[in-house]
C-alpha cells in the first residue's frame, strides 16, 4: 500500500500485489462535492474507459470509490492540440 500526496482535496491510496495490478482507492476531501459534480465525474470516467482512455471503476462508496490504474501521460497543451485529444475533451464537455 502507498498513500499518494500532492492533491488538494481528496486522499490516494495506492494498493497492489504487483506493479500491473494496481488499485486505487480516493476518499473524497471534506466539502469537495460543493466544487466537484461526482455524477459527472463518474459519468465521464466511465465514456473515457469504454474508449481505453481510463480505468475501470471497481466500485463507489459514500465518500470515495475504487478504481483501476492505466500507465500514461499527463496531457500539457501540446498534446491536448491534437485532434485525436481533442475528441474525448469534447466528450467531456458533454457531460
Do not use: H, W
Not at 17 to 22: L, Q, S, Y
Amino acid at each position: 500500500m502507498q498513500t499518494f500526496t500532492g492533491g488538494y482535496t481528496n486522499k490516494l491510496i495506492g494498493c497492489s500485489m504487483n506493479p500491473d495490478d494496481v488499485v486505487l482507492v480516493r476518499i473524497y476531501g471534506k466539502k469537495s462535492e460543493l466544487t466537484i459534480n461526482r455524477e459527472r465525474e463518474i459519468k465521464a470516467t466511465v465514456v473515457l474507459n469504454s474508449n481505453d482512455c481510463a480505468a475501470p471503476i471497481f466500485c463507489r462508496f459514500e465518500n470515495g470509490l475504487a478504481y483501476g490504474f492505466v500507465s500514461g501521460t499527463a496531457v500539457n497543451l501540446e498534446l491536448a492540440q491534437k485532434p485525436a485529444i481533442q475528441r474525448y475533451f469534447f466528450v467531456l464537455v458533454l457531460f
